[in-house]
């Protein structure tokens, strides 16, 4: 695999995340956060709530209006009792385009590796 | 995880059954293996594994505290616990099969170990430790046709903040119900709540339908992190919806008593459907003529058109027609500066109300405070 056109900059208005799915039926967000885009898995890393629906883009800042964990979407700095980070695909913009990096699926713990299974849980 | 071990785990986690709680005399040890370092505490048969948690100091997490949200997610390592409500919404967000439990429904039927997917934080200096209590309903008002508001005379005094909840029990009805305190008196003896009345809401109908007056309550708490407190030196926002009001009186309350309106602002948005569903307007004129001015207090009117701009009764009470969301964004624009946003209300409402303070108000989330009861 390697950078994958996701969807054109102009279907992605600012301030806005929405959900497409590439090749291997990858789900990805394309989050146009004012000053560039991100490209994301499509859940929140918390309770797997669908970021399309629960997340809100404002100022740079992604919330999840869940339980309000928020990140920094220039820096990815996790912002308050926000307690776990976002893991973007590489992406980036050529000619109108928004291409992502798509190796293999990114999958937050809870989904494959259990959070609370015995090797990594204390990490 | 092997087959066997899931077997085990499933063994692990039964619903309550004939032998009850009793069956195990003596405190049993929880120890809590969490993202932060392992911990444990002491725990009674029969007792609620979160809140005895909670009370010997743990900061375990947990929002609703009632079998809703799925915070207190955890894992039965060994030991054996049971689930007092097998049917609770939460128990969505967890693993059965892998012998997870909502800590806020498991009771220990012997000394467990326990998996916490969280970071466990030493006590909050913020907030009191919540402890078992018990008190007495002295009084029940009907404020409308389908809300109630009751005090507890406590047996002992309790300490709170503002926004915080606590866990009432009876056992005339099943399982704990969260209520926020309406009155803001730390240190008293007395605990205001109020109640609305909700089709097969069991708590609800067994206060609308009895002559409850005398009849004592087990009480957990104080919970909850939705509080104001005045040293953040914050202009406080608070949008309600229905008895989600109850925190925001209690806030009100405390800025007044500490004399925070003289040199901050303060905004209350109420939202109702019609003129005949709103209530505690005598407290909140109080509040307002006692702020001298900088707590403002509103009305949003659903389901009804307002006629003029102040309530008819109380005319320091604004008055306004929508949704209660967008009352406070049009009412707010650009006032919303040094902010600190607090929402409480039926679901839909609060996912209005969060937007909002997110996408036009601009708060930061760590000045939105709402405890999930969804």
Same mark, same amino acid.
């Given at each position: 695999?390697?950078?994958?056109?996701?969807?054109?900059?102009?279907? &992605?208005?600012?301030?806005?995340?929405?959900?497409? *799915? $590439?090749? %291997?039926?990858?789900?990805?967000?394309?989050?146009?956060?004012?000053?560039?885009?991100?490209?994301?898995?499509? &859940?929140?890393?918390h309770?797997?709530?669908?970021? *399309? $629906?629960? %997340?809100?883009?404002?100022?740079?800042?992604?919330?999840?209006?869940?339980?309000?964990?928020?990140?920094?979407?220039?820096?990815?700095?996790i912002?308050?009792e926000t307690e776990k980070p976002?893991?973007?695909?590489?992406?980036?913009?050529?000619?109108?385009?928004?291409?992502?990096?798509?190796?293999?699926?990114?999958?937050?713990e809870f989904?494959?590796e259990d959070d609370m299974d015995d090797d990594d849980f204390f990490k | 995880?092997?087959?066997?071990?899931?077997?085990?785990?499933?063994?692990?986690?039964?619903?309550?059954?004939?032998?009850?709680?009793?069956?195990?005399?003596?405190?049993m040890k929880i120890t809590v293996e969490s993202k932060s370092g392992i911990l444990d505490y002491q725990c009674?048969?029969?007792?609620?594994l979160l809140?005895a948690g909670l009370a010997a100091g743990l900061g375990l997490p947990y929002?609703?505290?009632?079998?809703?949200?799925?915070t207190c997610r955890a894992r039965v390592m060994s030991g054996?616990a049971?689930?007092?409500?097998?049917?609770?919404?939460?128990?969505?967000?967890?693993?059965?099969?892998?012998g997870e439990v909502?800590l806020?429904?498991a009771?220990a039927?012997?000394d467990c170990t326990v998996r916490v997917p969280a970071k466990i934080g030493p006590p909050s200096r913020?907030f009191?430790t919540?402890?078992?209590?018990?008190?007495?309903?002295?009084?029940?008002?009907?404020?409308?046709?389908?809300?109630?508001?009751?005090?507890?005379?406590?047996?002992?005094?309790?300490?709170?903040?503002?926004?915080?909840?606590?866990?009432?029990?009876?056992?005339?009805?099943?399982?704990?119900?969260?209520?926020?305190?309406?009155?803001?008196?730390?240190?008293?003896?007395?605990?205001?709540?109020?109640?609305?009345?909700?089709?097969?809401?069991?708590?609800?109908?067994?206060?609308?339908?009895?002559?409850?007056?005398?009849?004592?309550?087990?009480?957990?708490?104080?919970?909850?992190?939705?509080?104001?407190?005045?040293?953040?030196?914050?202009?406080?926002?608070?949008?309600?919806?229905?008895?989600?009001?109850?925190?925001?009186?209690?806030?009100?309350?405390?800025?007044?008593?500490?004399?925070?309106?003289?040199?901050?602002?303060?905004?209350?948005?109420?939202?109702?459907?019609?003129?005949?569903?709103?209530?505690?307007?005598?407290?909140?004129?109080?509040?307002?003529?006692?702020?001298?001015?900088?707590?403002?207090?509103?009305?949003?009117?659903?389901?009804?058109?307002?006629?003029?701009?102040?309530?008819?009764?109380?005319?320091?009470?604004?008055?306004?027609?929508?949704?209660?969301?967008?009352?406070?964004?049009?009412?707010?624009?650009?006032?919303?500066?040094?902010?600190?946003?607090?929402?409480?209300?039926?679901?839909?409402?609060?996912?209005?109300?969060?937007?909002?303070?997110?996408?036009?108000?601009?708060?930061?989330?760590?000045?939105?405070?709402?405890?999930?009861?969804?």
């Open positions: 695999m390697s950078w994958i056109r996701v969807c054109s900059t102009a279907d &992605v208005p600012a301030n806005s995340i929405k959900r497409f *799915e $590439v090749a %291997g039926g990858i789900q990805l967000l394309i989050v146009n956060y004012g000053d560039g885009f991100r490209a994301l898995p499509p &859940v929140c890393p309770m797997e709530e669908p970021l *399309e $629906v629960s %997340g809100l883009v404002a100022g740079c800042m992604l919330t999840c209006t869940k339980h309000l964990w928020s990140w920094d979407l220039r820096t990815l700095a912002q308050g976002l893991r973007p695909y590489d992406s980036k913009v050529e000619n109108g385009d928004v291409l992502a990096f798509v190796d293999k699926e990114i999958v937050y989904d494959s | 995880m092997t087959s066997s071990s899931r077997a085990d785990a499933l063994a692990r986690i039964r619903p309550t059954d004939r032998e009850g709680p009793e069956a195990h005399a003596s405190p009674e048969a029969g007792e609620n809140y929002e609703c505290a009632t079998g809703t949200c799925g054996e049971e689930l007092a409500w097998d049917k609770a919404p939460g128990l969505a967000y967890v693993k059965r099969d892998k909502l806020c429904q009771h039927r012997s913020h009191a919540p402890a078992k209590s018990a008190g007495v309903v002295s009084k029940v008002a009907r404020l409308t046709h389908d809300v109630i508001h009751f005090e507890v005379a406590l047996d002992a005094p309790m300490a709170y903040d503002a926004g915080q909840f606590v866990v009432v029990s009876t056992p005339a009805v099943t399982g704990g119900r969260a209520y926020s305190m309406v009155n803001y008196a730390p240190g008293g003896r007395q605990l205001d709540f109020v109640v609305k009345r909700k089709p097969s809401g069991g708590f609800s109908e067994w206060l609308f339908s009895n002559a409850v007056e005398g009849t004592r309550l087990d009480l957990f708490g104080p919970l909850g992190r939705a509080t104001f407190h005045p040293d953040e030196g914050r202009n406080p926002v608070c949008i309600a919806g229905g008895s989600g009001i109850a925190g925001m009186l209690a806030i009100a309350s405390r800025a007044c008593q500490e004399g925070y309106f003289s040199s901050h602002r303060g905004h209350v948005f109420f939202g109702v459907r019609t003129l005949a569903d709103c209530f505690y307007m005598e407290e909140f004129s109080r509040l307002v003529s006692q702020s001298g001015g900088n707590l403002e207090v509103t009305v949003a009117l659903s389901h009804e058109e307002a006629t003029s701009e102040v309530h008819r009764d109380f005319r320091q009470i604004r008055l306004a027609s929508g949704f209660v969301h967008e009352v406070a964004a049009k009412s707010m624009a650009g006032r919303f500066e040094n902010a600190v946003g607090f929402v409480a209300g039926p679901p839909p409402m609060v996912d209005g109300a969060l937007r909002m303070l997110i996408m036009e108000a601009r708060l930061p989330a760590q000045f939105i405070r709402y405890d999930k009861f969804g």
